[in-house]
């Protein structure tokens, strides 16, 4: 269970994730989450910064398919779709595999040629990595989210401790946003 937590790589912001990297292992299509990965927690698509905007557009322009997949609620998560021009997937919530499946369907992609990109462990890079795919962890947006979501966040960074000390966990790239 522990190595299903470990992340390929981990950037501090989505848009620093380099794209011909992704283009480099073969990847077609990119899961993101929204919440503190797209966007700050709960917040609209007007937030979604030019970084953010340019690069989706990069992604676009190397022929790779960009789908969200959010536990959030599904009116939100379809706003953030159309006013991106990018797919979506919400109603199953993650670390199931069935919403990456379904991401990966809309896509046309397999699980090597896809990669998940989120905030958290337990639910995006548990699920992703579940799921066959290239994980990618970025640091969430802020400290604003559910009350869940903080005391997870404890168990998290002790995980997180453990596997770094043991060389296991990769470094952080990206500098701070
Ligand atoms: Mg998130």
């Known amino acids: 269970m522990q190595n299903r937590l470990i992340p390929n790589i981990w950037y501090e912001r989505l848009w620093q994730i380099p794209v011909n990297d992704l283009v480099d292992i073969g990847i077609k299509g990119v899961i993101v989450d929204l919440d503190n990965t797209l966007v700050p927690w709960k917040k609209d698509?007007?937030?979604a910064t030019i970084e953010t905007r340019e690069w989706l557009k990069r992604l676009e322009s190397?022929?790779?398919d960009v789908c969200i997949v959010s536990n959030g609620g599904s009116s939100r998560v379809q706003s953030f779709a159309a006013e991106l021009g990018i797919k979506?997937?919400?109603g199953v919530p993650k670390p199931r595999r069935t919403p990456f499946r379904k991401a990966m369907s809309?896509?046309?992609?397999s699980p090597t040629e896809?990669?998940?990109v989120g905030d958290q462990l337990f639910t995006d890079i548990l699920g992703g990595n579940r799921s066959g795919c290239y994980t990618?962890?970025?640091t969430p947006h802020d400290e604003k989210e559910f009350f869940y979501t903080k005391i997870v966040r404890i168990l998290e960074r002790r995980i997180k401790k453990r596997l770094q000390s043991k060389g296991q966990f990769p470094e952080r790239k990206g500098k701070k946003a």
């Open 45 to 47: 698509p007007s937030y």
């Open 62 to 64: 190397a022929g790779i």
């Open 88 to 90: 979506a997937v919400a």
């Open 106 to 109: 809309l896509m046309g992609t």
């Open 114 to 116: 896809t990669a998940v």
């Open 136 to 138: 990618v962890l970025v």
